[in-house]
């Protein structure tokens, strides 16, 4: 069974920084495109970046800038590096992957999540 969890999330004040980590674990798989996205209270999930297993990445207009998207393929590990936070990025941050399946007869493609991580910027 695969999992994403996700780890760095915690209270910090306005124009410090948080490094969020998400390993993905289990067994017969690979991962195509990863991506943060977060959810504030009483608004809709947003996505914040992507990245490809290339390594193309996309942001936020919100975000630019401020926050960094990677991974480390052989750790199966996507990271998000937070600067400059600002109490509006206060939110739930969530894990999210693309994963290629090895099952029996082939190959299939499934998306998960995972359980978040709460981000809290004090003015």
């Known amino acids: 069974q695969v999992q994403l969890v996700e780890s760095g999330g915690g209270l910090v004040q306005a124009g410090g920084s948080l490094r969020l980590s998400c390993a993905a674990s289990?067994?017969?798989?690979?991962?195509?495109?990863m991506a943060w996205y977060r959810q504030a209270p009483g608004k809709q999930r947003e996505l914040v970046a992507s990245?490809?297993?290339?390594?193309?990445?996309n942001y936020a207009d919100s975000v630019k800038g401020r926050f960094t998207i990677s991974r480390d393929n052989a750790k199966n590990t996507m990271y998000l590096q937070m600067n400059s936070l600002k109490p509006e990025d206060t939110a739930v941050y969530y894990c999210?992957?693309?994963?290629?399946?090895?099952?029996?007869?082939?190959?299939?493609?499934?998306?998960?999540w995972g359980q978040g991580t709460q981000v809290t910027v004090s003015s």
């Open positions: 289990g067994s017969s798989f690979s991962i195509d495109t």
């Open positions: 999210n992957a693309d994963l290629w399946l090895r099952v029996p007869g082939g190959i299939r493609t499934q998306n998960y």
């Open positions: 990245i490809t297993t290339g390594g193309t990445t």
